[in-house]
Every structure is written in structure tokens, then in C-alpha cells.
């Protein structure tokens, strides 16, 4: 084997024996060798993306649900740049990725071709770790540092990039990967300090974040509430969240301003786990950065490079709250089905009659959402995810990425139609891999949410021009047609007893499922 391998197979070879199994890809020119070594090595699974930011975001969400790393495959800086906007978001989603980019020949780069650009000067600020391999004798180890760099707590970005000789070159090894280190432990100090906090604060809040909002985090926070009174709040927007009936309920911070200053305001003093003081998502001209009460004062216990549970363990015993039965249980609930009229409220209530056991919502749902997360508070246990970075387009990529993690769970994609046309690609992949999605398109023919950010900003009457470059409308998308040519099964919601019929159809197919709700 040895004798007849190139660099792409040592490189193949090494991520397979790195657990790192499936591949993500929108190859070129450049990685034919990639390409051709997938189908010669077994063991990996390729999936193809018709967008390089439905690759990267597919990692991402692959990531979330299993904390382990998938590969992408990438062609030269163009390609890269295509993937960069959803490769932020799984940067700020803590999320592990080995983000594999083809490269000119080294001897080739001197004659500036056509596709020849800085890729590593690319990759930089959406990577924690990037690396040009020299040589096809090095890229099986630097493939092992790549997985090593993606598995570090809390995940990273390792951008490795594979220049076409190194690629087809001779090679003689596979490289082995270490294993993650373990997750450092907070002091002593640090619990001591958050404890007095919660101890003598007249009003004081766990600020959660990262993997503290598995079940067992909440749990914990839950029992701390319990003794001391305390909140608990997770910022507006979150990596992974378990929640639903019988798990401790934890509340977000609005992404207005003016109603997360309220809520700062009540929250009065902060314990900081795997999460920072909050800032507001933008500047607006007379209103604060800092979201957090002027007279409130925040203490760290664990960031998201350390073990939280643990923390929050500790943090319980020395508070002698160990025993106690979690405070903030959300008791189980389901809202009756909706009539009539399609509203916001009419769909939050169909997600909270009909939402599945175990499933994966994945949210980018934008304004038309705001009403959903509290509605389905007490629905059976699920997770729910957001989009840490906030560049639209995330939805519906880590949602192919989640099927692919877990394909024994439903996954429901809540989609504003702004951001689905990002990376409406994803349809067509989740056809292809018959991935079990039922995605809710929202269909108001508007950036909405920009509309609110024209009154944020002070713009009080918006001229015709402006509006009009925040109207989709011109033409109207048809989702039904769209979804239909992409292979993916469609149907149109203009009442809310179609919503509660489609979403039946959507819940009960094996595989992708569209449904255009008219808003």
C-alpha cells in the first residue's frame, strides 16, 4: 500500500483514522486527486454541496450535534471565499471543522493563474489554525494537526490547505492523531467568587452559554436556582440547546434593545458560565453597546474552554444544593391547533401541538420566529439551535449537517425566505442524501427585520427606494417550484389548517419536506 500511495490517500487515510469520517465537498480542478482518493480509501462519507456555504455550514451543524469534526473539501481561494460567510458562523458556534482547501501546484502559483489568490491570508480571520502542506511526505501529519487543532475545547476552525503536487505526490505514511486533551477544571477561587455573588446579591442570574445548555447543565442551574433564587438566562442566540418538558427552563435575552435592557435590568448580577456580558448585535445612534445594568457587577466561572458542568457542579456542592430538586422545570404543555388566519401566534401554536419528540430545530427564523421559543417551552425534550454569527443563510446548511449527525431524529428547519435564498442549494443536497428535513419557509416577501433596523438606526419614514431594497416581493418566490425542482416534495400554507395539515405530511415523510408558509 505504501509503495503505490499518494499524499491525498495519506491524507484521506489519516482523518478516517482521526474519526473524522465524513467529508463535506464542492471540489475542483485542484483536488481531483481528493476526489479520487475518496472513492479508492472506504470509510468516508462525501456529500456533496452545490455551494461552498452549504458545506461549510453543514460542518457546522454536524459539529453541534455530535462535538465531533466533519472535513470539507474546497476549491482554491474563490471557493474558500464562497464558504467563508457560514464557515464565521461555526467559528462563533465553537464549532470543529477540518477545512480542507485545494491550491494551485506549488510551481504553479509563480505564474498568477487565474484562480491564484492569498488562501491562507483568506482563511485567517474565519480560522483559528491554517497550514499550506509543503510536501506529500508532510500532509499526513499535518492532516493529524488539523484534527488535533478542530478538536480542541471549545472547537476551532483548522484550515489546512493542499497544494496539487502535494496532493498527487508519492507518500509512504499515515499519521496518527492524538487524542483531545482533557477539559481543564476551574478554581477553587473562581467558585468561591461566584458563590458569594449568588449569596449576597439582592437579585442574580446565571448567564449560560456553550455546552453548559445540555441537560445537565440546566440541571445543575436548576438545583442552584433553587437555593439561592437566582435566573437563569442564555444569551440570545445559542450553539445547542436542550429544552422541553421536564428540563430545567431557561430564558433568552431579547434582541432589541430596549426589551434586553429590561431584562438585564431585573437580572441585576451575572455568574458567567461558558458566556460574556451581553452586548448588543449592533450600534444604534443613543443607545447603549452594553446590555447589562450600569449598577450590576458579573463574575466568571467557567468560560467555554473549560469544563462547565463541572464548574456548575462545584459551584452546587459548595452551595450544599446538590440534593435539591431543580427549580424552573418546564411542566409539560401542548397549544391546541390553530384556525383560521395564518399569524405568528397561529404558527407558534402549531410547533407546540405538533413538534416531535427528540427533535433538532434549527432557527433562522428571524423576526417571524420571536413568538416560537417561549411557545414550545413545554413540548417533549428537543434540541434547538441559533445562529451564533448572524450572517444569514446558516438555517438550512446546519440542518443538512444535523440529518447527517443524527438521522434517527427529525429535523425542522424555521426559515425567514431572506435568508433560505441564501443557500437554497441545501435543498437539493438534502434530496439527494434523502435527509429527513421538514422545513418551514416564511414566506412575508420582506427582509423584515431590516425594516425594524431603518426605525432602529432613526430612519422614521422610509422613502420608496428603501423600502424597495429591503422587498423581495418583485418578483414573489415560489417556494413550492422551487423546493419541486430541487427534488424536494412541497405544498403551500395560506390557512392554518393547511400549516397543521402540511406539517403533518412534513412530520410523517422520511425525507425532505418544504412547506411555503404565507404570512
Not at 483 to 503: F, H, P, Q, Y
Request: net charge negative; proline share 6%.
Amino acid at each position: 500500500m505504501s509503495e503505490e500511495m499518494n499524499g491525498a490517500e495519506s491524507l484521506v487515510r489519516t482523518l478516517i483514522a482521526g474519526d473524522v469520517n465524513v467529508c463535506f465537498t464542492n471540489p475542483g480542478t485542484s483536488e481531483m486527486h481528493f476526489v479520487a482518493a475518496l472513492d479508492k480509501v472506504p470509510g468516508m462519507r462525501c456529500v456533496l454541496g452545490l455551494f461552498e456555504g452549504v458545506v461549510t455550514g453543514a460542518a457546522d451543524g454536524y459539529y453541534r450535534m455530535l462535538g465531533r469534526p466533519a472535513s470539507t473539501l474546497l476549491h482554491l481561494a474563490p471557493g474558500l471565499a464562497n464558504g467563508l460567510a457560514n464557515l464565521h458562523n461555526a467559528k462563533k458556534a465553537d464549532s470543529g471543522i477540518v477545512n480542507i482547501v485545494g491550491e494551485h501546484a506549488t510551481y504553479h502559483i509563480k505564474y498568477d493563474a487565474p484562480l491564484t489568490a492569498d488562501i491562507e491570508g483568506a482563511a485567517a480571520p474565519m480560522s483559528h489554525w491554517v497550514k499550506t502542506s509543503p510536501s506529500s511526505t508532510t500532509i499526513a501529519a499535518d492532516g493529524a494537526l488539523a484534527i488535533e487543532a478542530a478538536n480542541q475545547t471549545p472547537g476551532q476552525i483548522a484550515t489546512l490547505i493542499l497544494p496539487a503536487d502535494t496532493a498527487w505526490g508519492p507518500a509512504e505514511a499515515v499519521a496518527e492523531t492524538k487524542a483531545p486533551a482533557a477539559l481543564p477544571k476551574v478554581s477553587d477561587d473562581a467558585v468561591k467568587a461566584a458563590a458569594e455573588l449568588l449569596r449576597n446579591s439582592p437579585t442574580a442570574t446565571l448567564l449560560m452559554g456553550g455546552a453548559s445548555l445540555r441537560e445537565r447543565g440546566l440541571e445543575l442551574a436548576g438545583r442552584i436556582a433553587a437555593k439561592t433564587g437566582c435566573g437563569i438566562l442564555t444569551e440570545g442566540a445559542n450553539t445547542r440547546l436542550e429544552r422541553g418538558a421536564g428540563r430545567v427552563q431557561v430564558n433568552r435575552i431579547p434582541y432589541v434593545v430596549e426589551q434586553a435592557q429590561a431584562v438585564m435590568k431585573a437580572a441585576g448580577n451575572l455568574v458567567l458560565v461558558g458566556s460574556r456580558e451581553p452586548v448588543a448585535f449592533f450600534a444604534y445612534p443613543d443607545k447603549p453597546s452594553l446590555l447589562m445594568d450600569p449598577d450590576a457587577t458579573s463574575t466568571k466561572l467557567a468560560g467555554t474552554d473549560q469544563d462547565m458542568e463541572a464548574a456548575l457542579e462545584a459551584l452546587a456542592d459548595e452551595l450544599g444544593c446538590l440534593d435539591l430538586a431543580p427549580a424552573n422545570i418546564a411542566a409539560p404543555h401542548r397549544a391546541v391547533l390553530p384556525s383560521g388566519e395564518i399569524t405568528l401566534a397561529a404558527i407558534a401554536q402549531t410547533l407546540s401541538a405538533m413538534l416531535p419528540e427528540g427533535a433538532i430545530v434549527v432557527d433562522e427564523s428571524v423576526t417571524s420566529g420571536r413568538e416560537f421559543f417561549p411557545t414550545t417551552a413545554g413540548v417533549p425534550p428537543h434540541d434547538w439551535m441559533n445562529n451564533r454569527g448572524g450572517s444569514i443563510g446558516y438555517g438550512l446548511p446546519v440542518a443538512v449537517g444535523a440529518a447527517i449527525a443524527c438521522p434517527d431524529r427529525k429535523v425542522i428547519a424555521l426559515e425567514g425566505d431572506g435568508s433560505a435564498m441564501y443557500t437554497i442549494q441545501s435543498l437539493w443536497t438534502m434530496a439527494r442524501e434523502s435527509l429527513d428535513i421538514t422545513i418551514l419557509v416564511f414566506a412575508n416577501g420582506t427582509y423584515n427585520i431590516l425594516r425594524g433596523e431603518l426605525t432602529n438606526v432613526g430612519v422614521q419614514n422610509p422613502g420608496p427606494r428603501a423600502v424597495d431594497m429591503l422587498s423581495i416581493d418583485r418578483p414573489s418566490l415560489d417556494w413550492v417550484s422551487m423546493a419541486r425542482g430541487m427534488g424536494v416534495e412541497a405544498s403551500r400554507a395560506k390557512t392554518a389548517e393547511d400549516l397543521n395539515k402540511a406539517l403533518e405530511a412534513g412530520l410523517h415523510s422520511e425525507g425532505p419536506y418544504l412547506i411555503e408558509v404565507a404570512i
